[in-house]
């Protein structure tokens, strides 16, 4: 097995979840700031964001795929951040094979599997919008750890994961916990002021963002159990595979953009229209959170990815305390704690999962 990447010491995954709790917080609010602070009518396009980001995080596996294609190939005696520095990395003679391995590898026979995970995600992604645009930030992404357990189900149905008792009861303490923050989230001031800081210029329909976190909950778990399944299952470097799922996106994130009427002044208008710093904001931690997501698959799995952003919760809430002012409850503290235990369990040696890993049916 080779060993664990890691970064000054410490496990690429564990800096990677510890980033994605960090960026989940940042989004939930952000993304539900931009979209209910302004009149529909000065609002920007969720298609056209979901569609950046694709074309970003496209563009930037790209790239990172590209400076690490050296490493599975021996005609340079330089590391590839050596051969960066000397130049030799961008001598002509070298370049235009790697350009033509990048594409054999991008282009490979067994790309198409990224198609569904893509078509997925482009819906968890447009979905995601409606959630934030018609749920308090607090509400929508409690609800949202729903996914814990719908990713749970498609480990056990699709990967063939076995989880040991351990994990069966941190998944059961996990809902517990969520459960108990959301009885505060509901009944409580708290979350209403979290979206009062944001003056409200957009009404909310709860059920229709209810039913849409439901649903995003369903593609999330399928889709990453998904790109779990098609990572795991072959030896195509993560950023090969990402440019693969960003490609495939692609089109239907086009989808809704066509579909939707354009203005008078013409679609390339309205596709910019409004959009400011706000919509790029939640475009670039979108972008940052489809990378970190990627790492976090690759080096633990879904179910962990799960805890992880659970674990935003409690972060959201803390910034909530210092930035503006919120009264922490005991049902707050109780349910965090709750889901931290869990986490903790899940993460305890002796589990089933991390040994299935070879065991996955081919896709
Ligand atoms: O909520 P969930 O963890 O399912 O969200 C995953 C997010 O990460 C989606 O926005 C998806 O587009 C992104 N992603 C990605 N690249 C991957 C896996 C997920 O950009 N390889």
Request: hydrophobic share 50%; aromatic share 12%; proline share 4%.
């Amino acid at each position: 097995t080779p060993p664990t990447p890691s970064l000054c010491g410490v496990p690429l995954k564990y800096i990677s979840l510890v980033t994605l709790a960090v960026q989940n917080s940042l989004l939930t609010i952000i993304m539900h700031y931009s979209r209910v602070s302004i009149p529909p009518s000065q609002s920007y396009s969720a298609p056209t964001a979901v569609l950046f980001n694709e074309l970003l995080k496209g563009s930037i596996s790209l790239v990172i795929a590209f400076t690490q294609i050296d490493r599975s190939t021996s005609y340079t005696s330089d590391t590839p951040q050596l051969s960066l520095i000397t130049g030799r990395f961008w001598n002509p003679a070298k370049v235009l094979p790697r350009v033509r391995r990048l594409g054999r590898e991008v282009f490979s026979p067994d790309c198409w599997k990224l198609s569904i995970p893509a078509i997925l995600y482009v819906i968890q992604n447009n979905l995601q919008y409606v959630a934030a645009t018609n749920l308090e930030a607090a509400t929508f992404q409690v609800s949202y750890q729903m996914k814990i357990l719908t990713t749970a189900a498609f480990s056990v149905l699709l990967l063939r994961k076995q989880l040991s008792a351990n994990q069966w009861l941190a998944l059961f303490f996990l809902a517990i916990g969520v459960g108990i923050v959301q009885i505060q989230t509901g009944a409580s001031d708290t979350a209403k002021a979290a979206s009062s800081l944001l003056f409200q210029g957009t009404s909310m329909n709860a059920l229709k963002g209810f039913l849409a976190v439901v649903a995003a909950c369903f593609t999330s778990g399928l889709a990453g159990v998904y790109f779990e399944m098609v990572l795991k299952n072959s030896q195509t470097d993560l950023w090969i595979r990402n440019v693969q799922l960003s490609a495939f996106s692609v089109l239907p994130a086009l989808v809704p953009i066509v579909l939707t009427r354009p203005s008078e002044s013409g679609i390339i208008y309205s596709l910019f229209q409004n959009f400011g710093a706000w919509a790029w904001a939640t475009v670039a931690i979108q972008v940052i959170g489809g990378l970190v997501t990627a790492m976090v698959i690759k080096y633990s799995d879904n179910i962990l990815k799960g805890f992880a952003t659970s674990l935003s919760i409690v972060i959201s809430f803390l910034a909530s305390v210092a930035l503006f002012d919120f009264q922490i409850t005991f049902t707050f503290v109780l349910g965090s704690v709750v889901v931290l235990i869990a986490t903790w369990l899940y993460n305890q040696p002796g589990r089933s999962s991390s040994t299935s890993r070879l065991g996955y049916s081919v896709v």
